[in-house]
């Protein structure tokens, strides 16, 4: 499946399925194969009640999705907060690593750390001794933003059970991710944002989109969203857009807009619920009118100077 959707509206989100409340805890991975490299990782999961180390939501052989983001370069884990709020409420289990977060990040470190935190939640769901016993369905998705996108991408070729990928205003990173998108077979969906001076689309994502091998792909053009919108009241990333001559606009409708598209495209592919295709579907048609297929990119009609892109 192929699809390229622009989106330019402020989407209103409507729940349908149970919301669960939130529960966090802290876990330090350890990958012994890179010299016993420690993770630290904030891990949100679905509960029958919100707090620190609560029990993860009810009947106890329920079992949920993870999704492990990568943060954009300089941005903190807690400027994300709109993904556990929206994604864990759904049903799924978001792990943050907190590693790379210097102003120089390697990228190939940080891509193994999200591929080894998701082969762990596979290992934990065997171990008595775990807090996620029996709590996992086996369904990974790395996902990530800016830097974080990048090293997501980069990261599938480390663990061949991951499930699907979705990037937000990915970059282009050293290693190459578009290189890297060539080998990826996988469910994807990729995010871009119309006003980003810091990784453009036409250089950046989709690239990216296009090297893509997956037969399910779609790209989203948010017209409106800057780079750091992807984020929630990113300081110093607002400051390098404003270096590059871009506009920043108000964040809170580019986290509902993405979060409203890639919850049912998750619900389909991490939790087998068959009618969230459709959904996914019916919402890209809902917003640009044009029809929807496996097998078409769609296309606004009141967009298609930006069709230029993808030549």
């Known amino acids: 499946m192929m699809m390229i959707v622009l989106i330019g509206l402020f989407i209103t989100s409507n729940a349908s399925a149970q919301l669960w409340n939130i529960g966090n805890t802290v876990i330090t991975f350890v990958d ?15 509960a029958d009640v919100s707090g620190n180390q609560v029990a993860l939501g009810s009947p106890s052989d329920k079992k949920f999705p993870v999704i492990v983001f990568g943060h954009g370069q300089e941005i903190a884990w807690t400027n994300y907060q709109y993904l556990w709020d929206r994604l864990v409420v759904k049903g799924f289990i978001l792990a943050m690593p907190l590693t790379e977060t210097g102003s120089n990040p390697d990228v190939t470190e940080f891509a193994k750390d999200l591929a080894f935190v998701a082969a762990e939640f596979t290992t934990m769901r065997f171990d008595p001794a775990s807090f996620f016993y029996k709590r996992h369905n086996s369904k990974s998705c790395v996902m990530g933003h800016g830097m ?25 990173t050293v290693p190459s991710a578009i290189a890297a998108a060539s080998n990826i077979t996988i469910p994807a969906v990729v995010i871009g944002g119309g006003e980003d001076c810091v990784a453009p689309i036409s250089s950046n994502q989709m690239p990216m989109f296009n090297n893509l091998a997956s037969d399910c792909k779609t790209f989203i053009n948010q017209l409106d969203a ?16 404003v270096l590059c001559n871009g506009f920043p606009t108000s964040y809170q409708s580019t986290n509902l807009t993405s979060t409203y598209f890639v919850v049912s495209f998750l619900r389909y592919y991490m939790k087998s619920n068959a009618p969230a295709l459709s959904k996914f579907e019916w919402k890209l048609k809902q917003k640009r009118i044009l029809p929807t297929s496996c097998l078409v990119m769609v296309m606004p009609q009141d967009s298609l100077l930006m069709m230029k892109i993808q030549k």
């Open 226 to 241: 800057s780079h750091c919108n992807f984020a929630q009241n990113a300081g110093a990333c607002t400051s390098s857009e």
């Open 148 to 172: 974080g996108g990048g090293a997501a991408t980069l990261a599938v070729q480390y663990n061949p059970a991951i499930t699907t990928l979705v990037t937000l205003a990915a970059t282009e």
């Open 32 to 46: 012994a194969s890179r010299g016993n490299r420690q993770i630290e990782t904030v891990i949100f999961y679905p």
